[in-house]
């Protein structure tokens, strides 16, 4: 019986392995997809940029406006996955002997990773355009 046992754990090592591989590469994968959005989110508003920070613009309020389309991205994500996640890991937890209950706090934790994780990809190329020099964009048309 012993000897079940450990081969059903080692199974179930084995996934979790897998699963922490796949999970930073789709991590990396979002993280490219978000940085090339924020790419082109800021090409298409250069001269939106350039015409704020004449105006008096602080790089600040300029990275706020071009991270608050992702920020609200990112939590209908959150909302969504929420409850797919709580299902999902309720019915794989009633399987075990020992299981622990979900609290809400770990959902609400992943989310503030997630939007962390969103924001650094995004900022970085956001502040490059708060940072760029107005006149280039307003020169090249």
């Not at 924020?38 to 990275?63: D, N, P, Q, W, Y």
């Not at 994500?77 to 709580?86: D, E, G, H, L, R």
């Not at 992943?110 to 107005?134: D, E």
Request: charge should be positive; aromatic fraction near 10%.
């Amino acid at each position: 019986m012993s000897e079940r046992v450990e081969k059903q754990y080692a199974l179930i090592d084995g996934i979790l392995k897998v699963t922490n591989y796949v999970t930073f590469l789709i991590l990396l994968i979002a993280c490219m997809g978000l940085l090339g959005l924020s790419m082109l989110f800021a090409r298409h508003r250069t001269k939106e940029i350039g015409i704020r920070k004449v105006l008096g613009s602080s790089v600040l309020g300029i990275l706020s406006l071009l991270s608050k389309d992702f920020i609200k991205l990112v939590l209908i994500a959150i909302f969504i996955a929420t409850p797919i996640a709580w299902y999902v890991m309720r019915t794989w937890l009633e399987d075990f002997a020992y299981r622990i209950d979900i609290q809400w706090w770990m959902f609400a934790l992943a989310g503030l990773v997630a939007l962390m994780v969103a924001l650094l990809t995004v900022s970085f190329q956001s502040l490059k355009a708060a940072r760029m020099n107005p006149v280039k964009s307003l020169r090249s048309d």
